[in-house]
Each structure stands twice: as C-alpha cells, then as structure tokens.
C-alpha cells in the first residue's frame, strides 16, 4: 500500500539531545513538508522541500534541521537548541502540480516529549 | 486578522442532522483550498479540495465564495462517525505551494 510512514510514533528527549524523526513516502510525491501541532494551535510548517537535495525553512525552523538526500525521505532532526520540542509532529507529501498547491497526505505522527 | 479563520464550535448535532462550516481567508489571491478531518490524536485526513463550482462527495458538499472569501463544508445525514475536527486549509496566493491551516471546528454526532 502507498503511503507516508513516520517513525517511531513516541519519543523522549533528554535535556541537550538531538533527536531525529524519520519520514518516508513511497507515493513517488516530489513535495515534502514537516509540521508541528500544539494544542490550541493549528498546524505550523517547521521545513518544506520540492526537490531532492532543496528544501526550505519555514515559520518555525529555528531548533530544526532537515535533509533531502532521497525522494522518499524527509527526516527531521530536532535539535538541543529548540527549547520547546513538546508536540505532535507531522510528515505530509504532495505532488508538486502546475500553480498553488496540491492535496497534502499526512503519516501518522510522532509525539514528542521532554524527559 | 487572521490568515485562515474557523469558528472552533463545538457544534453539537442529532445523528441524521445537517450541518454546515465556514471558513475565512484574508489573502484574495488564494488558489487552493481543502477540507480535511482530523480525529482526537491522529493525524489530518484529506476530506475534498475545493472547487470554484463548488463539488460533491456523497454526503458533504463543498463550496467557494470568492467575493466574500470563505469555503463552506456541508454534511448532510450526519453519522456517529462524523464526530471529529474539521480542518480547512488555504494557499498563501497565486502559485504558492504552502498551506496557511485553520484551527479547525469540532463536530459531536450525538445518537
């Protein structure tokens, strides 16, 4: 089945640890996206890539940096200098398409806890 | 204003219930526009794009209103398994790939 599979679904960090979260997508989607959710607050875009080996900060990268080796892979690392890494964090793909935007699928997520 | 607003409910409905959403969105450029739900803890599950004629998936229908700048979700025969948030999302205008998202409206289905 296609489909967006990130991993692991519950993580723990420790105070000054890196952490990376794993996204893969076997939708052959050029686009990948990687948000956070807080409760009472929507969906906030952390990095987007459209193309291998490209990607883009977006309003809230600052603590986070990605990579884009492979198509099928966004991984997110979550790094010590992101004070606040307590969330719900989502992986979505999409097409790239002509003009404005496609249908986002999201995997199922990881939440993100501070030991 | 905000780029993208919902009103946040809850709206509480009898199952067989029609219900309707709104959404607003502050940037007239806007091309791209789509309903999704999302259940407690889970992630977001794309619903509909929607159209400039508007379009139709079984029980819920989904409008556009350019001149006042909102879409519109309608349920009809509102089921149990309708009970989750829905979410609208938005382009940031003209080709710009990136989705502005609303906070989302909670739906209860009561029997």
């Known amino acids: 089945d296609g489909g967006i599979t990130q991993s692991p679904k519950y993580l723990f960090r420790k105070e000054g640890q890196n952490v990376t979260l794993s996204c893969e997508q076997n939708?052959?989607?050029?686009?990948m996206y990687w948000y956070r959710q807080d409760p009472g607050q929507g969906l906030r875009l952390i990095y987007y890539s459209q193309i291998v080996n490209d990607f883009q900060k977006g309003d809230i990268a600052e603590g986070y940096s990605v990579s884009r080796e492979k198509k099928e892979s966004f991984p997110l690392t979550v790094t010590s200098a992101q004070k606040n890494p307590t969330a719900f964090y989502l992986c979505?793909?999409?097409?790239?398409?002509?003009?404005?935007?496609?249908?986002?699928?999201f995997g199922d997520g990881t939440r993100l806890s501070i030991l | 204003r905000k780029e993208v607003e919902q009103d946040p409910g809850p709206f509480n409905v009898p199952e067989g219930a029609t219900v309707a959403f709104n959404c607003t969105y502050s940037n007239s450029a806007s091309q791209s526009f789509f309903w999704y739900r999302q259940d407690c803890r889970k992630e977001p599950k794309l619903l509909m794009s929607v159209y400039s004629s508007g379009n139709e998936d079984g029980r819920f229908t989904a409008q556009l209103n350019r001149a006042s700048q909102y879409i519109s979700l309608l349920i009809r025969d509102s089921k149990l398994s309708d009970s989750a948030t829905y979410l609208c999302?938005?382009?940031?205008?003209?080709?710009?790939?990136?989705?502005?998202w609303g906070l989302g409206t909670s739906l209860a289905v009561n029997p």
């Open positions: 939708l052959n989607h050029d686009a």
């Open positions: 999302a938005v382009n940031r205008g003209g080709n710009n790939r990136k989705l502005i």
């Open positions: 979505a793909s999409s097409h790239r398409g002509q003009g404005g935007s496609q249908p986002q699928h």
